[in-house]
């Protein structure tokens, strides 16, 4: 019988990782390269993500060894995604070696065509290509999936991806982006960080890599862990908002004094400090249930996101207060803490839509 308590620890290997993404963002992608790109309107660097996903194989973190990935755990992809919340990067991380990836995984050999999803997996998983599930960011790990022929709209870093992941009435199918047929139209997201863009694909594109009720749990099972290890960003961006504030407040002067002196916005970081301690358990929580396979990780995944999306966001609108005049510039990188917090919230489903699912899993009356 195992111990059933989560280890909301990170262990030496994890702070590693953790050393080591972090100086890689610091030289490559810091804030000011991460405002100059958002206002170019191109967010993404290819060398950036070469060196991130291939260099140090984040990208194949939860493929298997056997498929040339790195044979880690959802764990050490929470502490990736924690770094790119705090650097605001510009990367398909989520999208592609978390949401995508987690979805083929459970397609494969579950398919006649196993052997186009492994290839795929080891191409993933060595950062050659990136795949994107073609479903709005919004749609929740319980909600309505799309079917058919037709647009999708709102799907997040399509305008990077080599391959889509296209949900259809009978089956997944896998769809080269550059396959004849396939529309990827850019549209205007509110996270310029994060671009999303409006998806057609021609019905007759693509290869089957699942039947329709493996495409099912596949595709959820792709959307909770997206949904689990979103939290894990919500706690970076949360973080860094917070450390940012409570700098400026010590360096900040008014009436020859440090404005963090005074006691209001004392009692503001520390309620601030609270909540991100708060968010860094649910948070970690969450991978270590979707690491461990646990049966209660929808739970875990759900009580994640009903807390740490709120906690983003008011610790990005902090932020923004805190630093008075400078932190409505765009010139501070306040905004695109506040616009990745506010855009993260409704991702994988509504803060109100995880209550739902939190009070129906747990027997409780659904919030009012």
Known sequence: MTDASPDLLYSDIEDDLRAAVRSLLTDRADVPAALVRAEAGDPYDPELWTSLAAGIGSSGLLVPEKLGGQGASHREAAVVLEELGRGVTAAPYLTSSVVATETLLACDGESTESTDVAGLLTALAHGHRVAVLAVPLSTAPDGPLPGGAGTVSGVA????????LVVRHDGLYAVETASPGVTVEPLTPLDLTRPLAA????????????????????????????????????????????????????????????????????????????????????A?????????????????????????????VHAAE?????????????????????????????????RGAHQETLAALVDLPEPR
């Open 157 to 164: 870093d399509a305008v990077r991806a080599d391959v889509l």
């Open 199 to 282: 998806v057609t694909v021609d019905p007759a594109a693509g290869i089957r890599i699942a039947g329709a009720p493996a495409a099912q749990a596949a595709v959820r099972r792709g959307l909770l862990a997206g949904a689990g290890l979103l939290a894990s960003e919500q706690l970076g961006i949360a973080e860094w908002c917070l450390e940012e504030t409570v700098r400026h407040t010590r360096e900040r002067k008014q009436f020859n004094r440090p404005i963090g002196s005074f006691q209001a916005l004392k009692h503001r970081m520390a309620q601030l400090w609270l909540e991100v301690v708060s968010a860094r358990a649910a």
């Open 284 to 312: 970690r929580n969450a991978a270590d249930a979707l690491a461990t396979g646990s049966p209660e990780a929808p739970l875990a995944v759900a009580l994640a996101q009903a807390y740490c999306g709120r906690v983003a």
């Open 318 to 350: 902090e932020c923004v207060q805190l630093h008075g005049g400078i932190g409505m510039t765009w010139e501070h990188p306040a905004h695109l803490y506040l616009k990745r917090a506010k855009s993260d919230e409704i991702a994988f489903g509504s």
